[in-house]
């Protein structure tokens, strides 16, 4: 990625998408080794941990970790699976509480000190999740519907006047085939990536001109940025919570007009 930077006065420099440009982790590692893979792939034994600390021996009374699992897996299935997957909830459960609270907690790095990464701000890991929910979606259709059923009913919806089928078909086919995966995925790149620019272009501004170029009204400026960067950090913790219950939503929907084309 070309590094990318907005210069003003006095060489300071405003964080661009250079800041999501991470190199290898060393000398002669592999290309794909660096510092979003491997926060990754650590966010998925922390979810894989905390899962086993939680369920690994329930008690009848819940508490500890054991409460906070089950809080967690009452509001996806109460939430997400049930209003779209019905009777079949419990079936994809594990499938949809791994990916939300993965995508959370990938979320959530980006505002760890030290860390400051949300993995999904590089958009292959979303696209990752966003294809093999639609492989699952086209899979779980053509199974229960059959083929023809399947692009049946996403192309002709029943109950409408059929001139706007003329319209509509090709407009439907579209939606599913290809928008529909690709605003799955760059939904949730897109909020992580010009969050995390955002607090990066604040927390700039406040060390710049508090540390770097103090003077009067650099002071008052570099406060601003202080504060700005305090208060949207607080804003995306929760758009990171709101685009993880958004992906895992969606996936329950797709997955559930596949196996429910009724509804």
């Known amino acids: 990625m070309t590094p990318l930077v907005l210069v003003a006065e006095d060489n300071f420099q405003a964080p661009g998408p250079s800041?999501?440009?991470?190199?290898?982790?060393?000398?002669?590692?592999?290309?794909?080794?660096?510092?979003?893979?491997?926060?990754?792939?650590?966010?998925?034994?922390?979810?894989?941990?905390?899962a086993w600390s939680a369920f690994a021996n329930p008690k009848l009374v819940p508490r500890g970790m054991q409460n906070v699992g089950e809080m967690g897996y009452q509001?996806?299935?109460?939430?997400?699976?049930?209003?779209?997957?019905?009777?079949d909830a419990e079936r994809w459960m594990p499938m949809l509480l791994s990916m939300f609270f993965l995508i959370l907690l990938w979320n959530l790095f980006g505002v760890v000190p030290l860390i400051q990464v949300p993995v999904p701000s590089h958009i292959a890991f979303a696209i990752v999740f966003a294809v093999v929910v639609y492989v699952i979606k086209i899979y779980l259709g053509i199974k229960h519907q059959g083929l023809g059923g399947y692009f049946k009913n996403m192309m002709f919806p029943p109950g409408l006047p059929k001139p706007i089928y003329l319209l509509l078909s090709p407009l439907e086919l579209v939606s599913n085939l290809i928008l529909a995966p690709f605003t799955h995925a760059v939904r949730l790149f897109a909020n992580m990536f010009a969050g995390h620019m955002i607090l990066a272009f604040f927390s700039a501004v406040g060390f710049w001109f508090l540390f770097e170029k103090l003077t009067p009204l650099g002071a008052g400026l570099g406060l601003v940025g202080v504060i700005m960067a305090i208060v949207m950090t607080g804003f995306e913790m929760f758009i990171q919570f709101l685009q993880a219950f958004l992906f895992?939503?969606?996936a329950a929907m797709y997955i559930g007009g596949s196996l429910h084309p009724e509804h």
């Open 19 to 50: 800041i999501f440009d991470f190199p290898p982790l060393y000398d002669g590692a592999p290309a794909w080794l660096t510092k979003p893979v491997v926060f990754a792939l650590i966010g998925a034994i922390l979810v894989c941990a905390l």
């Open 75 to 87: 509001f996806v299935r109460d939430q997400v699976a049930r209003p779209f997957l019905g009777k």
């Open 248 to 250: 895992t939503l969606l």
